[in-house]
């Protein structure tokens, strides 16, 4: 019965692409290799997953400071945003909503930083967008391939750095790629509307009216 794609066989794919036998598991003595394959997959899936997919994208994630004033992001926060200018903008009908945060926050190592304020010290909870990354196994499909392909063809350039395996995998990574924005697409449901820059020049129309979207 066909099942998605495991880290076993995408570490398997990436080794096939420089001619190298498949391994049947982790555990026990590996070859350099091996090994390196390995680290090259989850090197490039916590590359593609910090650009910020629907899948690993959590919005109005509210964090809530220690008694010391601290915010501490878990491990697998990525990035941090609280630009919420699209905040609760459909379905919301609160007319006295603030649509913006007045202050900005990143990430700092483990931290949140209030760059406003020039502060780690929160005196009150933040609403805030986080990206996330997962284990390879806990990506949807299309996110195991792409994340594999591109995998393969980095693996591939530093091992052999052969220009004709470079282009046969570089249209595979094109593919897998298009094929992973097709499913963004097709999940996240997005309108004009989730666009920043299209809702800041409807919103300024609607200010000039006294209106709030």
Same mark, same amino acid.
């Given at each position: ?12 794919? @990436? ?7 498949? @391994?049947?598991?982790?555990?026990? #003595? ?32 509210? &964090? ?6 601290? @915010?501490?992001? /878990? ?63 806990? &990506?949807?499909?299309? #996110? ?31 593919? #897998?790629?298009?094929? &992973? ?18 809702? #800041? ?5 609607? /200010? ?6």
């Amino acid at each position: 019965m066909p099942t998605k794609t495991t880290e076993l066989e995408a570490v398997n794919t @990436i080794l096939s692409t420089v001619g190298e036998p498949p @391994i049947n598991s982790f555990t026990g #003595a590996q070859g350099a290799d091996a090994t390196i394959a390995r680290n090259v997959l989850t090197e490039v899936s916590r590359e593609v997953q910090s650009q910020g997919w629907h899948f690993n994208t959590l919005f109005d994630q509210t &964090l809530t400071p220690t008694s010391t004033g601290d @915010i501490t992001l /878990a491990e697998e926060v990525l990035r941090v945003d609280n630009d919420n200018l699209l905040k609760n903008v459909r379905g919301n009908t609160d007319a006295n909503l603030n649509m913006t945060e007045d202050r900005e926050v990143i990430q700092r190592g483990n931290r949140l930083f209030d760059k406003t304020n020039n502060t780690f010290t929160f005196t009150s909870p933040i609403k805030v967008t986080t990206v996330l990354v997962y284990d390879f196994e806990d &990506l949807p499909e299309p #996110a195991r391939r792409y994340v594999t392909v591109r995998a393969s063809r980095i693996f591939q350039d530093r091992m052999l750095g052969s220009q004709k395996h470079h282009l046969f995998t570089m249209q595979d990574e094109m593919k #897998a790629l298009s094929t &992973l924005k097709e499913f963004e697409g097709d999940t996240s449901d997005r309108t004009i509307f989730d666009n920043n820059d299209v809702f #800041a020049t409807i919103n300024r129309k609607g /200010a000039l009216r006294g209106v709030r979207y």
